[in-house]
């Protein structure tokens, strides 16, 4: 999972809905703080995590400003989680610029190292990439994203890097989708009503009664393809992974460019070991 006097405009994002594209401002990072309830909830903690999860793989290093744009807190509050950060040794400063420092790696590393579905994951990942030649990935659902937690790659196949602890939009990804096709019906219609669709390139498919018809099929046939819906060049295929109950927990993929790999390869050939991977990730798990 940034004193100012104005906060930058969130970007508008566009969904179809029913009755015909709807312009909404997506609320910022401070807003859903500001709205929490709870008397219990800790602000300040929250504008912490906010400040540390801002950075990205695009923005390595940023000002106080820039991170109170990208948040909608305010540049007196991003300072004071700068210095705590800084004072704690999770963040580093270069004269006006901070970045995340090394030691934030062990924010996550207890999830990595003590979770089973991620503990058995790597060594699965590694047999499908070497199988298939392509980069696989296992994700679960956090925050109306997909997360990866273990990944295997052969070679960069999008402009991003993805990496363990990567996060992509769930609607427009064949990881996503998997796991949105398993939600109970009151939950898949939470998720549409809260989050906003946009487009990433010509092909997403951002009418909500659309994915609807696509979450039904891959609920039909156990896997989902995305065909350049996130990044032209990019496609790719995922299944579901299930926990004891046979429940969905997870999703495993293979992405590779559409212009080597085919639909029909993907089916064909990269299906079967992509169940075959899912399937020995599920007998590991409790």
Do not use: W
């Not at 549409?192 to 990433?200: G, Y």
């Amino acid at each position: 999972m940034t004193a100012v006097t104005t906060r930058k405009r969130r970007p508008i994002a566009e969904a179809e809905t029913d009755g015909g594209p709807e312009l909404q401002a997506a609320p910022s990072v401070a807003e859903q703080i500001d709205a929490m309830a709870d008397p219990d909830f800790m602000t300040s903690l929250a504008r912490g995590l906010a400040v540390i999860r801002a950075f990205s793989d695009m923005r390595k290093a940023m000002t106080i400003a820039q991170l109170s744009q990208r948040t909608g807190i305010s540049r007196a509050a991003v300072r004071r989680c700068l210095h705590t950060l800084l004072a704690l040794g999770y963040v580093d400063a270069d004269g006006h610029y901070f970045s995340l420092g090394p030691k934030t790696l062990t924010l996550g590393y207890s999830y990595l190292s003590s979770t089973p579905l991620t503990v058995s994951a790597q060594p699965c990942l590694n047999s499908v990439t070497r199988e298939l030649g392509e980069s696989s990935s296992l994700a679960v659902l956090n925050e109306d994203e997909v997360l990866y937690v273990a990944r295997s790659a052969t070679s960069r196949v999008m402009s991003v890097a993805l990496n363990t602890g990567s996060r992509l939009p769930a609607y427009c990804t064949s990881l996503g989708r998997v796991m949105l096709a398993a939600m109970p019906a009151d939950e898949l219609d939470t998720y549409f009503a809260r989050v906003k669709l946009r487009a990433f390139t010509d092909n997403t498919v951002v009418s909500q009664r659309r994915l609807r018809d696509i979450l039904a099929g891959i609920r039909r046939d156990g896997y989902a393809i995305n065909d350049q819906e996130l990044e032209i060049g990019l496609r790719s295929i995922a299944v579901p992974v299930r926990g004891a109950s046979g429940a969905v927990v997870a999703a495993l993929n293979v992405g590779a460019q559409a212009a080597r790999v085919s639909r029909q390869q993907m089916e064909g050939e990269f299906l079967p070991v992509l169940l075959r991977g899912a399937q020995d990730l599920s007998i590991l798990l409790p």
